[in-house]
């Protein structure tokens, strides 16, 4: 009668280790699966090159710059490295990195090119140039308020995350150029355009236009973080 409580001790403490196991296991490839979804761009992050003051509306600002691109791979071009490491070379993706910092209700030119075709927009709201400073973009030597709905390869679109400067919002719709998508013909869209940064905090950009996989164009690269989404750090 004594022994046989011990018996049974022993495959419930082995049930319980192998529960242990188990779950640790679980939550050992959800870590790692989570991890595979972080990026971090070869350069890091572009800060704004600080290029003098400007008038603005009356208001003399601070006047910085960025320069990044659209691709319609991931694998250019850092120093010929491919922007997203062991990521999807096949992809398109913003380079040569997601992540930019500029300074606060500061003046930030940006100029792109964009090396990828396209298609129609889901919501021809997109293809309206909006928060630009005259709500303009340069794009090929042109000042535009608005591009096709219909040509449209990526879009930069900027909100300020919940609570920072809700009142924040940029979008320009980038033109695509001809072609088959995901193929690098070396043609390119010149974008320019300038917008009045925000009060401090973080904002996230992404693309608005459906150049990922499944799910209507909005998996893929427009799911995992890097290739059509990032970070705008106001400092
Ligand atoms: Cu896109």
Not at 42 to 60: F, I, L, R, Y
Not at 163 to 185: W, Y
Not at 218 to 224: D, K, R, V, W
Request: glycine letters at 14%; a neutral charge.
């Amino acid at each position: 009668m004594s022994e046989k409580p011990g018996r049974e001790r022993k495959p419930k403490a082995l049930g319980i280790i192998l529960t242990f196991v188990a779950v640790a296991i679980g939550v050992a490839v959800v870590a790692i699966l989570f991890h595979a979804q972080t990026y971090t761009s070869p350069v890091g992050t572009q800060v704004a090159k600080s290029v003098g003051t400007v008038t603005v509306n009356g208001q003399t600002l601070q006047h910085v710059t960025l320069a990044f691109n659209t691709y319609p791979d991931a694998s250019g071009s850092v120093d010929g490295q491919a922007i997203h490491p062991g990521g999807n070379p096949s992809w398109p993706s913003y380079g040569p990195t997601n992540q930019f910092q500029v300074p606060a209700h500061a003046l930030v030119t940006v100029t792109m090119r964009q090396y990828d075709s396209g298609g129609s927009l889901n919501n021809p709201w997109f293809a309206t140039v909006r928060g630009t400073v005259g709500s303009v973009a340069r794009i090929n030597g042109r000042l535009v308020h608005a591009v096709n709905p219909n040509n449209v390869g990526h879009t930069f679109t900027v909100r300020g995350a919940p609570g920072t400067d809700p009142g924040f919002f940029v979008n320009v719709p980038l033109p695509a150029v001809p072609g088959n998508n995901q193929s690098d013909n070396g043609q390119y869209e010149t974008v320019i355009f300038s917008f009045v940064s925000g009060s401090q905090g973080v904002y996230g950009w992404n693309c608005e236009y459906p150049c990922g996989t499944s799910v209507a164009g909005f998996g893929g690269p427009m799911s995992a973080f890097g290739y059509m989404s990032g970070f705008l750090h106001v400092v």
